[in-house]
Nanobody, 122 residues
Framework: QVQVVESGGGLVQAGGSLRLSCVSS????????MAWFRQAPGKGRERVSC???????LYADSVKDRFTISRDNAKNTLYLQMNSLEPDDTAMYYC????????????????WGQGTQVTVSS
């Protein structure tokens, strides 16, 4: 069974920072397009950022210049550094892997973690 595990969420005040991590013992992240999604209560799942195998990255406009996605292939770990957090960033954050070479929507990502909760207080 494929396992993807996120960590690093928590409660932080507005303006603070968190770093999320994602690991897997069964997927080799270097073989996949990786992404972070988030879902706030009552809202749909939103793609936050993508990291391609080439190293190219994409960001949602709402997090550009505040969040940084990166991967360490030697550690088989995906990261999301989140700075200048805002209350609107409050959501469950999910790590996802796709076999496709493009950054699609959630249906294009076949492997998901259980999520890690990020709560930003004002």
């Amino acid at each position: 069974q494929v396992q993807v595990v996120e960590s690093g969420g928590g409660l932080v005040q507005a303006g603070g920072s968190l770093r999320l991590s994602c690991v897997s013992s069964s997927l080799t992240f270097d073989d996949y397009t990786m992404a972070w999604f988030r879902q706030a209560p009552g809202k749909g799942r939103e793609r936050v950022s993508c990291n391609f195998r080439t190293g190219r990255t994409l960001y949602a406009d709402s997090v550009k210049d505040r969040f940084t996605i990166s991967r360490d292939n030697a550690k088989n770990t995906l990261y999301l550094q989140m700075n200048s957090l805002e209350p609107d960033d409050t959501a469950m954050y999910y790590c996802a892997a796709s076999v496709y070479g493009y950054c699609g929507d959630s249906t294009d990502f076949g492997y998901w973690g259980q999520g890690t909760q990020v709560t930003v207080s004002s």
